[in-house]
């Protein structure tokens, strides 16, 4: 398993591009990421972390403006959670096209983050969106050191290599769904049940 540096960007993006799966360090914990322009990469995720296909990948972006093109719907309560808690610990679920949400394992949405490390998204903008999931076997506690990532993925062969970015301790994301109506949370995480609520009662 190679190991890179956070702040070999070109060396990153040029594994992404190739269909490499790597471990990353996110603003919360490390996670798992491959290019959404490379589904089978995407697919093989699962695999990696033997989680059931029935349970959808996220997606991280460098920014709002990322999602263009992506084929997803970003209504107006995405926008005011975005423009309140992104960059940041809040995942987002949109409706999408069936043809992008079926490469996360979803059918008619995706979720989507910003994540609150500059580092990272300086990444993302060379590599584009990225799936990414937590760095762990599913239903494990995640990874939160590159030492962690070898030792719960000592025997895959599917993990390419691991990006060093230190110790991650941080929150997981509150994961919100705004693709349904009415708007439910999914997971509780960083950013509270009464701040959400807040910011979409503004939403006319």
Known sequence: MRELDLSNIDEIAAAFDAGHILAIPTDTVYGVAASLRHPVAVSRLFDLKQRPDSVALPVLVASADALDGLGVTW????????????????????????????????????????????????????????????????????????????????????????????????VVSTVVDVASSPWVIRRDGSVSPSDIQRTLDQVG
């Not at 808690?85 to 059918?107: K, N, Q």
């Not at 903008?125 to 962690?148: K, Y």
């Not at 990532?149 to 993990?159: I, M, N, P």
């Open 75 to 170: 209504n107006d309560a995405a926008s005011r959670l975005a423009g309140e808690y992104w960059p940041g610990a809040l995942t987002i679920i949109v409706p999408a096209i069936s043809s992008v949400a079926a490469i996360v394992g979803a059918t008619d949405s995706v979720g989507v983050r910003c994540p609150g490390d500059q580092a990272l998204r300086a990444v993302l903008a060379r590599t584009g969106p990225l799936a990414v999931t937590s760095a762990n076997l599913h239903g494990q506690p995640p990874c939160r050191s590159t030492a962690d990532v070898r030792v719960t993925f000592a025997d895959s062969h599917e993990l390419w290599g691991v990006v060093d970015g230190g110790v991650r301790d941080g």
